[in-house]
């Protein structure tokens, strides 16, 4: 296995000195190490991963050196437009090192969300023409590294090395201090309580949509009144738009900061047209808690004043199941409303992953709605 901070410290001796991404769970203890090991002024957590080769475009202008952009293979697609468009040597000619963890390997056992990307988690490195390495646990990975390092100074270019599950060693994990009163699942528990049977549900990318999965299972309640945005972080508010746009049901967006910030773009746009039964519930943890619990800017950032500028009238805060219920019913009556829980950072060791296929669960929706052709 690859020691994190042995890695880490390779990278810096060639003067890749600056470390951006979006944490990602097969990367989780580099993510640790980054987060554990540098100064605050030589990394960053940003919103997403295109984001970040913003960042290490303009690291390279400031210092002539390259920066480190860490990302989950899901978050490609965010950078191949930077990439194609600023970075790669037709242009700009920026050099960086793009560290890619590779879910959904072929031949790996992985969630449905992670099988094509990771098919084709490659080729599209090839289609943008980014040499790439895949580094393991067993391969002599300091020479692979520095081979690499060698193509990026040489051409000025954006290389990628694409590595396997299991590929670092432990590193500590990050430490969240304990602010709030509820975990995020003590909230969804609360927030599902004040639902009926009409009521549809948008849960976003990572533990949310499995622990609404499990809350729904130990219910005995089926899964027919949500979608599971098991992929797409930072997309789950834009389709609880679309799907409150078409049809009358009420819609509740369960959002997450980390998910929230990606594609904050959204929000003014969601509120502008907003109908009457979109909700909009996003639980701030301050982290990415799904993937190692890397902190967000969210605690930081006033989400609830992101919120109201964006055109949401009433923004409510709740850090109890008692104000989440009152809250819940506020923005049952009350367009353009948004709920903005705090919770603390954690879950259950024994969380399990949806049972029913995306296919299973999208059919089983559009039946409920009756918008589905074989209803
Ligand atoms: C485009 C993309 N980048 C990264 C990921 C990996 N990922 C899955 S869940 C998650 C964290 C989500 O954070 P947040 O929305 O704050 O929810 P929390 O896990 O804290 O409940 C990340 C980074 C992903 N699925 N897609």
């Not at 949509?209 to 949500?226: L, M, T, Y």
């Not at 999208?362 to 409920?368: R, S």
Request: proline share 5%; hydrophobic share 40%.
């Amino acid at each position: 296995m690859i020691d994190p901070k042995a890695f880490v410290d390779q990278l810096a001796a060639n003067d890749v000195d600056f470390f951006c991404g979006v944490p990602d769970s097969l990367l989780k203890e580099l993510c640790s190490c980054v987060v554990g090991s540098l100064p605050a002024d030589r990394r960053l957590t940003c919103a997403n991963e295109g984001n970040a080769v913003g960042v290490a475009c303009g690291w390279h202008l400031a210092t002539g050196h390259a920066a480190c952009v860490y990302l989950q293979n899901s978050g490609e697609g965010n950078v191949v437009n930077p990439l194609l468009s600023i970075a790669d040597p037709d242009v700009y000619s920026i050099p960086m090192v793009l560290v890619i963890g590779w879910r959904g390997e072929p031949g790996v056992h992985d969630e449905p969300q992670h099988v094509k990307q990771g098919k084709v988690t490659l080729g599209l490195l090839e289609a943008m023409g980014v040499p790439y390495v895949v580094l393991d646990a067993d391969g002599d990975w300091s020479k692979q590294v520095d081979a690499l390092l060698a193509t990026m100074c040489a051409d000025s270019r954006p290389v990628a090395l694409v590595v396997r599950k299991g590929t670092f060693a432990p590193y500590p994990g990050v430490k969240l201090p304990k602010r709030f009163v509820l975990s995020r699942e003590q909230a969804l528990e609360a927030v599902l309580d004040e639902l009926d049977d009409n009521d549809l549900v948008v849960s976003t990318t990572g533990k949310t949509s499995r622990e609404v999965f499990e809350i729904r299972e130990r219910r005995g309640q089926g899964h027919a009144n949500d979608f599971l945005t098991v992929g797409g972080m930072g997309h789950t508010s834009s389709i609880a738009l679309g799907l409150a746009l078409g049809q009358d049901h009420d819609v509740w967006c369960l959002d997450g900061d980390g998910s929230f910030l990606m594609h904050m773009g959204a929000f003014p746009v969601s509120a502008a047209v907003a109908p009457a039964n979109f909700h909009y519930v996003v639980n701030d943890n301050g982290a990415h808690e799904s993937v190692g619990g890397q902190p967000t800017v969210a605690l930081d950032a006033d989400v609830p004043g992101i919120l109201r500028a964006s055109g949401f009238d009433q923004v409510i805060e709740a850090t109890t199941a008692d104000e989440i219920r009152r809250a819940m019913a506020m923005l049952r009556t009350s367009a353009r409303s948004a709920l903005v829980i705090y919770t603390d950072p954690g879950s259950r060791d024994d969380l399990g992953r949806p049972t029913t296929t995306p296919q299973q669960n999208k059919q089983a929706m559009m039946e409920l709605i009756g918008s589905s052709r074989e209803a």
